[in-house]
């Protein structure tokens, strides 16, 4: 909730190219736009353990969409020439209600009717409950991408990790189908640990400079570790319902005052230690990593420490800005949605299979769909601006 993240791109589904149909992915530019300031603080403040009522979520879901309509437009008049055909919107989760093992349902917040009046581009969004009806998790949704762009060409086990109040992980080759799940809290607890801290004005741990300067409680450690989300099996998702600010106090209570150095030192080590342990525990033979948390250098420098021999790059290394993978994830959602094409991954979601995401809302014209393409992708190929030659291959 620091942000909202606008990506503008060209797609070209290749449905004749060699070895299978090819969507070609060409990043044109991205922005990172803030929230406004009492809008995130009360975004913040609706998130669960606290109540939040039908009124301040109709408010909420009025100001997200007007928000990110106006972030549309920053996007198309800077990156977009001034013009696009279609807008995909992920939404802003404030609920993800799972049960057990079982995803039952998921809220994001932001209006899409706002976006398209704002623009008059027709807007793809509520991009994850069909997955959920269908029996899925409706994430990570990153799955897609990750599995057509990390299409292995070796034996080797590539994982695309996303770092962001949560992280997720996406594992492709080897021997199994592309797996995808949450992890664990990525930043989520970090930055609860910043706004709980009783002297500190700050929000989050900018470049991870204070945890830098911690060390981390062994005690708090063990306890934040022995939580059984760890050890369950996938498909599974999580969210900041589960990992809040009163998950927090309650690890904290008993044990002595602790520092917010060593505390953000113990979060760091908490996130570094159980994203390590999914990727070796899936072979990973390299982690490509995305998100907000790339920018904390301590938590990636803890990263690095505890995958040992498996090499670390991040997204930017293969074409895709780290920070603005979710927004370019989110438009190839809402372009194989527009083209009748499914955009969830079974093995990944826990769906009972491929389902055609989200609902469209129609811009200024009427609503005109394509002819739907008839096979869905096999790889994603992120083309150069300045060619339009592929990225390296990954795998």
Not at 33 to 43: K, N, S, V
Not at 61 to 67: F, I, K, W, Y
Not at 70 to 92: F, N, W
Request: proline share 7%; net charge negative; aromatic share 4%.
């Amino acid at each position: 909730m620091d942000g909202i993240d606008v990506a503008v791109a060209e797609f070209c589904l290749r449905e004749d190219a060699p070895g299978g149909p090819v969507v070609e992915l060409l990043p044109l530019g991205s922005r990172e736009i803030a929230y406004p300031e009492q809008l995130r603080r009360d975004l913040v403040a609706a998130l669960p353990p606290a109540e939040c009522s039908a009124e301040r979520l109709c408010v909420l879901d009025t100001l997200v969409g007007q928000a990110f309509a106006d972030a549309a437009r920053k996007g198309i008049a800077e990156v977009g020439c001034g013009e696009v055909d279609l807008i995909a919107s992920l939404g802003q989760t404030i609920y993800h209600w799972v049960d057990g093992r079982t995803c039952k349902g998921t809220l994001q917040l932001g209006q899409p009717a706002w976006i398209a009046e704002a623009t008059g581009a027709p807007v793809v969004a509520d991009l994850r409950v069909r997955d959920v009806a269908a029996g899925g998790h409706g994430a990570p949704l990153a799955s897609l991408l990750d599995a057509l762009w990390l299409a292995p060409t070796s034996d080797d086990v590539a994982v695309a990790l996303n770092i962001g109040g949560i992280a997720n992980i996406t594992v492709v080759g080897g021997t199994h189908a592309p797996l995808a799940y949450d992890t664990g809290p990525g930043n989520a607890l970090l930055d609860a640990a910043c706004r709980l801290a009783a002297d500190s004005r700050i929000q989050y741990d900018e470049g991870g400079r204070l945890a830098a300067n911690g060390s981390p409680h062994p005690d708090l450690l063990s306890r934040l570790l022995a939580d059984p989300y760890y050890a369950a099996a996938p498909p599974k998702s999580t969210g900041k319902e589960h990992f809040h600010a009163d998950y927090l106090r309650t690890a904290l209570d008993g044990l002595p005052d602790i520092a917010l150095p060593d505390l953000l030192a113990t979060l760091v080590e908490l996130t570094a230690i159980t994203v390590a342990d999914a990727c070796r525990g899936h072979g990973a033979d390299r982690v490509v990593a995305s998100g907000g948390g790339v920018r904390n250098a301590t938590l990636m420098a803890a990263l690095d420490r505890h995958l040992g021999a498996t090499e670390l790059a991040t997204s930017e290394s293969f074409g895709l800005a780290a920070d603005a993978k979710e927004a370019y994830l989110t438009a190839l959602l809402g372009f194989l949605t527009w083209h009748g094409l499914p955009a969830n991954l079974p093995t990944a979601t826990g769906a009972s299979g491929p389902r055609v995401l989200g609902s469209i809302t129609p811009g200024r014209q009427a609503l005109q769909l394509p002819e739907p393409a008839t096979t869905p992708p096999r790889r994603l190929r992120v083309l150069q601006l300045a060619d339009q030659t592929p990225m390296p291959r990954l795998g």
